[in-house]
């Protein structure tokens, strides 16, 4: 079975630091890799896609590591803002269905 | 990024009635659609995989005869709740994808059965 690990947290961070938490994935197959947002009571929204070169968007950036498979997301100078559960997604690509992780909780202090 | 838009985005229904959610791509043409379940402070659940013109996927353990989806454009899929019970109350969500790139929600549809 296709598995995404995520460590839940909650993350407890305080404002302005940085913070970094990574995804494992099974399939080694996985093709494309994706990062989303959800709020609470809210719809996942596209966060970043993954590339195997990495990729840098603003504070945020995402490694793909496919010998280790894994991929991870870093923030830096955190804003109350960024507090919400951050999904890792893998995908086999075609119509292959994405595969969601469980999500890791973060909460930014001030 | 794209557009998928989803309604109702709540609806209240009594029990042993049938709830239709509509899941609809604006902007581009969805090959492939998804839908999940989400209990309150629960992950995604994934309950089906549609592809325009043919049947659903579902996953184990949903009910194919009672979460019936209806895949019939590429920017149209529909999940209809039937003979609906308190149980079904959840926030089901949409995802709209075309060909291998990353999917789109729908802003989610909060049922609850009374």
């Known amino acids: 079975r296709k598995e995404v690990e995520q460590d839940p947290g909650p993350f407890n961070v305080p404002e302005g630091a940085t913070v970094a938490f990574n995804c494992t994935y099974s399939?080694?197959?996985?093709?494309?890799f994706f990062w989303y947002r959800q709020d609470c009571r809210k719809e996942p929204k596209l966060l970043m896609s993954?590339?195997?070169s990495g990729n840098e968007d603003g504070r945020f950036t995402a490694q793909l590591n496919r010998a280790s498979q894994y991929i991870s997301l870093l923030i830096r100078d955190s804003k109350l803002s960024d507090s919400a559960t951050y999904l890792c997604?893998?995908?086999?690509?075609?119509?292959?269905?994405?595969?969601f992780g469980k999500g890791t909780h973060l909460i930014i202090q001030p | 990024g794209a557009v998928v838009s989803q309604h109702p985005s709540w609806v209240i229904c009594k029990s042993g009635t049938s709830v239709k959610i509509e899941c609809r791509s604006l902007d581009f043409q969805a090959t492939t659609m998804f839908w999940y379940r989400q209990f309150p402070k629960q992950s995604l659940m994934l309950m089906a995989t549609s592809n325009e013109g043919s049947k659903a996927t579902y996953e184990q353990g949903v009910e194919k005869d009672k979460f019936l989806i209806n895949h019939a454009s590429l920017t149209l899929s529909t999940l209809t709740v039937t003979s609906a019970h308190p149980e079904d109350s959840s926030f089901y969500i949409c995802?709209?994808?075309?060909?291998?790139?990353?999917?789109?929600f729908g802003q989610g549809t909060r049922l609850t059965v009374v």
């Open positions: 993954v590339y195997s």
């Open positions: 995802s709209a994808r075309m060909g291998g790139g990353e999917a789109f």
């Open positions: 399939n080694s197959a996985s093709q494309s």
């Open positions: 997604v893998a995908s086999g690509g075609g119509a292959d269905g994405l595969t």
